[in-house]
T-cell receptor
Framework: KNEVEQSPQNLTAQEGEFITINCSYS?????LHWLQQHPGGGIVSLFM???GKKKHGRLIATINIQEKHSSLHITASHPRDSAVYIC???????????FGKGTKLSVKP | GAVVSQHPSWVICKSGTSVKIECRSL??????MFWYRQFPKQSLMLMAT?????????EQGVEKDKFLINHASLTLSTLTVTSAHPEDSSFYIC??????????FGPGTRLTVT
């Protein structure tokens, strides 16, 4: 079993829909990251969370440390949100991350 | 936030040759840089942790004599794939960790070995 599990693997939505991507992990962590990878391959860091909730524009990320679960929400989705969204966790004080396999999101106009 | 660049963005080389990939931190002094590899439809896998002024720490299963890492300054780390083979074809990404452990990723280098 992977240490970081994401669901769903693939997600297709209509423009304007509310989207939720889930991440569960099985190890103790010091922080959780949500990343966005576009088809060209470049990766952008969206959020880093250690507790609670963060919001940036149409994106909201939450984390429940006790349940070892995090969610990424996208409100009013748009075709430009189409990308692979990756959950990654950091263990302890080390800087390296353990990655989930990603959720491929496709938003149709 | 820190800006990370990689060069080249893509490279095609013949089997048996060596390829050097550079990772630069443009506005942040990074004592530690990370090198990842991503095969198609797979998640990123950490290859090694590059430490300025000392030897890199390699993950289990990564051959340190094949993937040479040099972190000569606080803004530059290089990954050299020696005697490349087609199975080394992959997407190589570097990242740095900021003071508050935020992550900044380079744009990646796509290596194709023919």
């Amino acid at each position: 079993k992977n240490e970081v599990e994401q669901s769903p693997q693939n997600l297709t939505a209509q423009e304007g829909e509310f989207i939720t991507i889930n991440c569960s992990y099985s190890v103790g962590i010091s922080a959780l990251h949500w990343l966005q990878q576009h088809p060209g391959g470049g990766i952008v860091s969206l959020f880093m969370l250690s507790s609670g909730k963060k919001k940036h524009g149409r994106l909201i990320a939450t984390i429940n440390i006790q349940e070892k679960h995090s969610s990424l929400h996208i409100t009013a989705s748009h075709p430009r949100d189409s990308a692979v969204y990756i959950c990654a966790v950091r263990r302890g004080s080390q800087g390296n991350l353990i990655f989930g396999k990603g959720t491929k999101l496709s938003v149709k106009p | 936030g820190a800006v990370v660049s990689q060069h080249p963005s893509w490279v095609i080389c013949k089997s048996g040759t060596s390829v050097k990939i550079e990772c630069r931190s443009l506005d942040f002094q990074a004592t530690t840089m990370f090198w990842y590899r991503q095969f198609p439809k797979q998640s990123l896998m950490l290859m090694a942790t590059s430490n300025e002024g000392s030897k890199a720490t390699y993950e289990q299963g990564v051959e340190k004599d094949k993937f040479l890492i040099n972190h000569a300054s606080l803004t530059l780390s290089t990954l050299t794939v020696t005697s490349a083979h087609p199975e080394d074809s992959s997407f190589y990404i570097c990242s740095i960790s900021g003071r508050a452990h935020e992550q900044y990723f380079g744009p990646g280098t796509r290596l194709t070995v023919t």
